[in-house]
C-alpha cells in the first residue's frame, strides 16, 4: 500500500465550478498535511497545509481533514483556468521528529473555459 | 539569493558517467531535502540534512547515490556510474528547520542519461 494515495486524473471541471480533490494515506500517526500545486514544467509550491480535524479555509481553497479515516481533500470553489494543474497532498508521518514529507503521485486538474 | 537555486537546471550525460547536482537554499534555513520526480509521478523522498549532517538518507535508492552539506548551505547531490533508470527530475527543498512543514522547491535539475 502507497503512503499516500490519490487518484491521477485528469480531473475536469467547468471554470467557476468546485473542483474535488481527494487524498488517502496509510499512516494512522501522521500529523500534518499539505497540498502543493505543480504546474507543468514548474516545480511544486505550496498552497495549503492543515493539522486539525476539520476545515480550514483560504480564499477559494478549503483543506478538509479526516483522521479517523485517514483522509484528506482540497476544494477549490469558482475554478480558473489558472488553477490547471498537478495537485500533490503530501504527509508528514511526523516520525524523528522532523519533516519528512512524502507525497502522492498528485491529480492532474483541467478547468474547462 | 530569494529562492532556491539549483544547478544544472538540464544535464545530458552518458551511461556510467558520474553526475553531481548542486543546491543552494534560501538563505537561513537549516532544513534541506532532496526529492526525485519522473514523469506522471509525485516527488520521491531522497535524503534530508538539518544543518551539516545527513539525519534521514533512507530514500536514496543504492550506494550509488550519495549527497554532502559540508557547511550547512550548499548540498551537493552525487551520482555515480549513471544508469538510464536514473533519468528524472532532481528537486530540492528547504525550510526553515525541521518543525517546519513548508518546503520551498527550486526549479529542478534534469538528468537525462543516454
Known amino acids: 500500500q502507497k503512503e499516500v494515495e490519490q487518484n491521477s486524473g485528469p480531473l475536469s471541471v467547468p471554470e467557476g465550478a468546485i473542483a474535488s480533490l481527494n487524498c488517502t494515506y496509510s499512516?494512522?500517526?501522521?500529523?500534518?498535511f499539505f497540498w502543493y500545486r505543480q504546474y507543468s514544467g514548474k516545480s511544486p509550491e505550496l498552497i495549503m497545509f492543515?493539522?486539525?480535524?476539520g476545515d480550514k479555509e483560504d480564499g477559494r481553497f478549503t483543506a478538509q481533514l479526516n483522521k479517523a479515516s485517514q483522509y484528506v481533500s482540497l476544494l477549490i470553489r469558482d475554478s480558473q483556468p489558472s488553477d490547471s494543474a498537478t495537485y500533490l497532498c503530501?504527509?508528514?508521518?511526523?516520525?524523528?521528529?522532523?519533516?519528512?514529507?512524502?507525497f502522492g503521485t498528485g491529480t492532474k486538474l483541467q478547468v474547462i473555459p | 539569493g530569494a529562492g532556491v537555486s539549483q544547478t544544472p537546471s538540464n544535464k545530458v550525460t552518458e551511461k556510467g558517467k558520474y553526475v553531481e547536482l548542486r543546491c543552494d537554499p534560501i538563505?537561513?534555513?537549516?532544513?534541506l531535502y532532496w526529492y526525485r520526480q519522473s514523469l506522471g509521478q509525485g516527488p520521491e523522498f531522497l535524503i534530508y540534512?538539518?544543518?551539516?549532517?545527513?539525519?534521514?538518507d533512507s530514500g536514496l535508492p543504492n550506494d550509488r547515490f550519495f549527497a554532502v552539506r559540508p557547511e550547512g548551505s550548499v548540498s551537493t547531490l552525487k551520482i555515480q556510474r549513471t544508469e538510464r533508470g536514473d533519468s528524472a527530475v532532481y528537486l530540492c527543498?528547504?525550510?526553515?528547520?525541521?518543525?517546519?512543514?513548508?518546503?520551498?522547491f527550486g526549479e529542478g535539475s534534469r538528468l537525462t542519461v543516454l
Open positions: 527543498a528547504s525550510s526553515l528547520g525541521p518543525s517546519s512543514g513548508e518546503l520551498f
Open positions: 499512516d494512522r500517526g501522521s500529523q500534518s
Open positions: 492543515i493539522y486539525s480535524n
Open positions: 503530501a504527509v508528514n508521518p511526523n516520525s524523528g521528529g522532523y519533516q519528512k514529507v512524502t
Open positions: 538563505s537561513g534555513h537549516t532544513a
Open positions: 540534512f538539518q544543518g551539516t549532517g545527513a539525519a534521514d
